[in-house]
């Protein structure tokens, strides 16, 4: 019956799929390292859903605290009109992530000097962003497996790409996405101080 649970996955090969339907009929003619390969494929496709959902939370972050920052830029502290604009326009479905960026990428173009010796509002706007970038294709990729790698594949400009799916790319987006917080906080704590 546990098995049920993974014919829907998305990132399994249909071999995969056809030998969770039937884990001990040996006639379908996979060869024990197939199905030793399949058995990690179950594994790593298990741990690679995790990070997948570690890096969508951190990028929902992201943009979380992108919204603060916006507010402290434009609102004075805790006032009705940062909380109208919350709660009508930047926590509605409508005003993504990517027009939140836009928004602040506008914005901190025209105050850049008041930042500029904390820190660099360009390279922050890009980071930004990168990880909008990197959280739709893990939102909207799939895992592909080869005989000894995974990779996570995805669409861009028509076009499809794969970014091999190892311990060090991982941790450096866990970087970029840490360092991303970080400023946004010195961006609202400027503000906010300033208030």
């Not at 390969?37 to 890096?55: A, D, M, P």
């Not at 928004?103 to 962003?129: A, S, W």
């Amino acid at each position: 019956m546990e098995n049920k649970k993974w014919q829907n996955t998305k990132a399994f090969p249909n071999r995969i799929k056809a030998y969770t339907e039937n884990e001990h009929d040996k006639s379908k003619g996979y060869s024990k390292e197939e199905i030793e390969r399949f058995k990690e494929i179950l594994k790593e496709t298990v741990e690679l859903n995790s990070i997948r959902g570690q890096i969508i939370s951190s990028a929902t972050n992201i943009e979380i605290q992108l919204t603060e920052a916006i507010c402290s830029l434009l609102f004075e502290k805790e006032s009705q009109t940062e909380t109208l604009m919350k709660d009508f326009i930047f926590e509605n479905e409508f005003y993504t992530f990517n027009r939140k960026w836009n928004l602040f990428r506008n914005i901190t173009k025209k105050l850049e000097p008041k930042f500029t010796k904390k820190l660099d509002l360009k390279k922050l706007r890009g980071n930004i962003k990168t990880a909008i970038e990197i959280r739709n294709n893990f939102a909207h990729g799939e895992f592909t497996f080869t005989k000894d790698k995974a990779y996570l594949e995805f669409r861009k400009n028509a076009q499809t790409k794969k970014i091999e799916a190892r311990k060090e790319y991982f941790n450096s987006l866990h970087s970029l996405f840490s360092s991303i917080l970080s400023e946004l906080q010195i961006v609202i704590f400027c503000q906010k101080s300033k208030a």
